[in-house]
């Protein structure tokens, strides 16, 4: 019999092999009879209102296809949070890449040359560039105060607190944008079926925020619209929402030309135009007693939102219920606002908002300690979050608190507190050719949504069994590398007890799926791999009624008839259903603000080139608690990659924008870090389980974007004997900020 325990065990990606053999198809490998090639022209401007569009004469226009906003059936509208957003600019400009005029031609080439042929005479004003503009009210571009969202949260009363401090230490933190850097641009093809149904195919996270984009577009039912997606090169956040857009400008076209459209950006498009991670502000004013015990917290976060809401106010959520760090204090004042500017819009990357926020509270740690005189670590350790601690939204703690195992293993397995000695004494020597320094981090996230944000979900997830003996599960939840597929294969095997290879992943297809939710927020293992299980303890539990266990190919085809009886399939799906012990108020910012949290510590071991002020990691420690490692290879694997792109946020990555675009949005000059920059990594998983989690699991998908940034920046500084507080730490600041240190 073959082996049916799977769970804890690295199995195999479901989609390994057609990847590695080049049978994967990625949007622009599927070939669509007659299909044309959709372009979109953009606006130039940032700001500004559209005089006209003048199309050249002589030019053969007949054999495009044309659409623009006033070709839209339904709502001139990208759907998401709020309805601000259009799909196709009418007359004001926001932002310099704000897409106003769709063309499909048959030939690619033809299809871009025509851009050059259209001229739109606008009448420009005044941009607002900065989130320090938009907040001063240069110009007015959102509502009364440029503000998407803003968040407080309060616990104790800070001003008391502040009274009873023996220090009081002020900092603030900047981070910049970061480009998701997925290896596949995005796409998408559309078409439109001989019922009327309007069909997208494409690289995206979230099957049904396009689905509900189309429905406003096309004014139409659900049923007419179909989203399908094809294999996907990566998303990292930067495939939730922008697909939305790039799908209805497809399925617009393709209407209107009654042929399959496809829409296929090269870097140099995608880069500029689509979402990039939020950049931040963050200030910091912190009381401690004279043990180092916190007393008062007192935050102000601000985030550049770029020209419309979009997903900024979830973003900017998280960002803020993260601020405090994963310590407890008595009392805690955040505040934080998202504001407007005339940037193309900025959104979900990989954290959320999380990465900004304990970027600042962790390297505020090093300014603390420098004004305390106790070390980072002591202060980290007389702080942090234990079972039964209160955080800043009033959580009490109840279980799988694994802030204190990361911290200690990271510190004991990278030698942390010797090379801190070590270094310092190497540092002394003016001979050395080099500067050495390690640095430290302490993060919690959260996982899922939040309490109110998976209730307002109410995702669906199941399995099912086919008539010929296939099982399935079933759910919206999109592979994008992360290892989606196969975590629910080995979730359904293990609670249904039959091997691995016979379970099946059903495509994310809004026909056949149900709605999962979105693919974000490290929620899919924690989630919906919860409803499959319950789904597949239903199936077992219709079996054993049946008398049936699944042991042998033969049972499986017995029990398929039995459950399917005269259909063609029979499925089980289940609902979120909150567990009762989480409360969580959306108005006041109080209670559980998540089911659970996951922990990661960090240590960087790294030098800096005397000469060239460039940093090289030598070596970089971690540990991290997601509950439980379903596949521990891919978590292995999900945490060198989340690493690896904090590593460039940290250190490379460095998005440079002029009258609100972005001027190097390619890979010759905005900077990723290659293999040859990623650092060799010991990586340490803990297992505190999360009663909650499918076999206790809390999610590990953006965890490890959270420690480098602040350990690494920690690191430098203590190296060059600096204090540097905004990334990326390219070598021309280093070597800037060294030369002031040394007057
Ligand atoms: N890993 C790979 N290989 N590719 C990706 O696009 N996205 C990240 C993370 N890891 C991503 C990835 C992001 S932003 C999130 S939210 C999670 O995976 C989503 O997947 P999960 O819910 O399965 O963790
Ligand atoms: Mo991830 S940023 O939540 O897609």
């Not at 459950?563 to 209670?591: A, H, M």
């Not at 959270?706 to 004997?721: E, L, S």
Request: proline content about 5%; some cysteine.
């Amino acid at each position: 019999m073959a082996r049916t325990t799977s769970v804890g065990i690295s199995e195999r990606r479901k989609e390994g092999p057609e990847k590695l053999c080049g049978q994967a198809k990625y949007i622009d490998d599927h070939a669509l009879p007659g299909c044309m090639h959709g372009v979109t022209l953009r606006s130039g401007v940032a700001r500004g209102l559209i005089k006209s569009i003048d199309f050249e004469p002589g030019f053969p226009w007949h054999e495009y296809t044309i659409v623009s906003a006033v070709d839209i059936p339904g709502r001139n509208l990208v759907t998401l949070i709020e309805e601000d957003q259009p799909l196709l600019a009418d007359r004001k400009i926001m932002h310099p890449h704000e897409p106003i005029l769709l063309l499909a031609h048959a030939d690619r080439a033809k299809a871009y040359e025509a851009l050059k042929h259209i001229r739109v005479v606008y009448e420009k004003q005044e941009p607002v560039l900065t989130m320090e503009d938009s907040i001063a009210l240069k110009h007015k571009i959102f509502g009364e105060d440029n503000v998407f969202k803003s968040y407080l949260i309060e616990k104790g009363d800070v001003a008391k607190g502040f009274e009873q401090a023996r220090f009081i230490i002020e900092g603030e933190y900047r981070v910049p944008h970061q480009e998701q850097a997925y290896i596949e641009n995005n796409g998408m093809a559309a078409w439109v079926e001989e019922d009327g149904t309007v069909t997208v195919l494409g690289s995206l996270q979230c099957p049904y925020y396009i689905h509900k984009a189309l429905m406003k577009i096309f004014h139409l039912p659900e049923e007419k619209i179909r989203v399908i997606q094809s294999t996907t090169g990566g998303g990292f956040g930067g495939k939730e929402e922008y697909p939305s857009m790039i799908a209805g400008h497809a399925a617009l076209l393709a209407w209107k030309a009654k042929k399959p459209v496809k829409i296929i950006y090269d870097r140099a498009e995608d880069m500029p135009a689509t979402t990039k991670r939020h950049p931040a502000i963050v200030r910091h004013k912190t009381g401690l007693d004279k043990n180092g015990k916190l007393v008062a917290q007192d935050v102000d976060v601000i985030m550049d939102g770029g020209a419309y809401a979009t997903l900024s106010s979830v973003v900017l959520s998280r960002g803020t219920l993260h601020a405090a760090g994963p310590y407890e204090c008595p009392n805690v004042r955040v505040r934080s606002k998202v504001v407007a500017t005339n940037t193309p819009p900025n959104g979900a990357f990989r954290g959320f908002g999380a990465p900004q926020t304990l970027f600042a509270v962790e390297l505020h740690w090093e300014k603390i300690a420098r004004a305390t005189k106790i070390d980072s670590l002591t202060l980290r350790r007389r702080n942090l979050l234990k079972l039964g601690s209160v955080t800043a939204t009033g959580q009490i703690l109840r279980e799988s608190v694994g802030a204190s195992d990361v911290l200690e293993r990271t510190v004991k397995d990278s030698g942390y507190v010797k090379k801190l000695k070590d270094y310092a004494r190497w540092n002394k020597d003016k001979k050395k050719s080099c500067w050495k320094g390690v640095g430290l981090s302490l993060v919690h996230h959260g996982a899922g949504f939040t309490g109110s944000g998976e209730v307002y979900l109410a995702s669906k997830a199941g399995v099912s069994i086919t008539i010929d003996g296939r099982l399935q599960v079933l759910a919206a939840s999109t592979e994008m590398g992360q290892g989606a597929n196969t975590m629910f294969a080995q979730v359904a095997s293990e609670t249904l007890g039959v091997p691995y290879e016979w379970v099946e992943v059903e495509t994310p297809d809004t026909k056949f799926v149900p709605n999962s939710g979105p693919t974000v927020a490290s929620r899919t293992t924690m989630i919906v791999g919860g409803l499959v299980r319950r789904a597949a303890l239903e199936m077992k539990a219709a079996l054993s009624k049946e008398g049936l266990v699944l042991r042998t190919a033969a049972d499986l085809k017995k029990a398929a008839k039995i459950l399917c009886g005269s259909d063609l399939i029979r499925r089980f799906i289940v609902q979120y259903e909150k567990p009762g012990e989480i409360v969580w108020n959306d108005k006041t910012y109080k209670g559980d603000a998540y089911g659970a949290y996951a922990f990661a510590a960090l240590v960087a071991d790294l030098e800096i080139d005397k000469t060239t002020f460039e940093v090289k990691i030598d070596k970089i420690t971690t540990a991290q608690d997601i509950g439980k490692a379903v596949n521990p290879l891919l978590t292995e694997g999900q945490i060198i990659g989340g690493t690896a792109q904090g590593v460039g946020y940290a250190l490379l990555e460095n998005a440079v924008y002029k009258d609100g675009a972005m001027v190097n949005g390619q890979f010759t000059n905005y900077i990723i870090p290659t293999s040859m920059d990623t650092p060799s990594m010991k990586v340490v998983i803990v297992e505190k389980p999360y009663s909650r989690g499918p076999f206790g699991a809390k999610g590990v998908g953006e965890l490890p974007m959270d420690t480098p940034g602040p350990a690494i920046a920690a690191a430098v500084n203590f190296a060059a004997g600096i204090w540097l507080t905004e990334l990326p730490l390219l070598p021309e600041k280093i070597f800037k900020a060294k030369n002031e240190a040394q007057g």
